[in-house]
């Protein structure tokens, strides 16, 4: 007979801490989305929840270490859409699929500039792979080639301004799917 595995649960002191480390991130997102990235101070967030500056360094040592770890939310988040969108389109041709994810990415940016911003401020470290999505419809090389180009191609439109329709991204992402895809 084998016993189910159960894991250990969190005492009342990790939890606490859990929701601290929520509550200081969810605050530098609130700055963040006023101040941008080159704006966000640690100092700032303590004034913004009531505490020294100090106790926000027990949580996250230095303002790259919280940047870090708003970036790795913020590829999650993004991850997470783009693998929604994936669901059922496995018999999709490979550049439908891939402009089905550049829709995606694109209106998830435009929804969340401070969060995209983030992403491309903190691009996924060497050896962290792209969406998985990406990695089974082009291989990985590809992927993280394609990841890049499609970041740097919202980056510039996001910068634009006003904002084109969408054709400007829409033919880079085309480009782009076609290189990939090998179309």
């Not at 509550?23 to 966000?40: P, Q, Y």
């Amino acid at each position: 007979m084998t016993l189910p595995v159960t894991r250990p649960v969190p005492g009342a002191r990790a939890r606490a801490r859990l929701a601290v480390a929520a509550e200081i991130k969810e605050a530098a997102w609130r700055h963040l989305a006023t101040e941008g990235v080159a704006g966000l101070s640690l100092r700032a967030l303590s004034r913004e929840l009531g505490v020294a500056s100090s106790a926000l360094y027990r949580y996250y040592p230095s303002r790259a270490d919280l940047l870090h770890a708003l970036a790795a939310d913020a590829h999650a988040a993004l991850a997470r859409a783009l693998a929604e969108t994936a669901t059922g389109r496995e018999e999709q041709q490979p550049t439908a699929r891939w402009q089905s994810l550049c829709a995606t990415a694109r209106s998830w940016a435009l929804a969340h500039p401070d969060r995209f911003a983030v992403v491309n401020a903190y691009p996924l470290p060497p050896g962290v792979a792209p969406p998985a999505e990406l990695s089974r419809l082009t291989g990985q090389d590809r992927a993280q080639l394609g990841w890049a180009l499609l970041l740097g191609l919202l980056a510039y439109e996001l910068r634009l301004s006003p904002k084109p329709p969408g054709s400007l991204f829409a033919e880079g992402a085309d480009a782009v799917g076609s290189f990939l895809c090998g179309d």
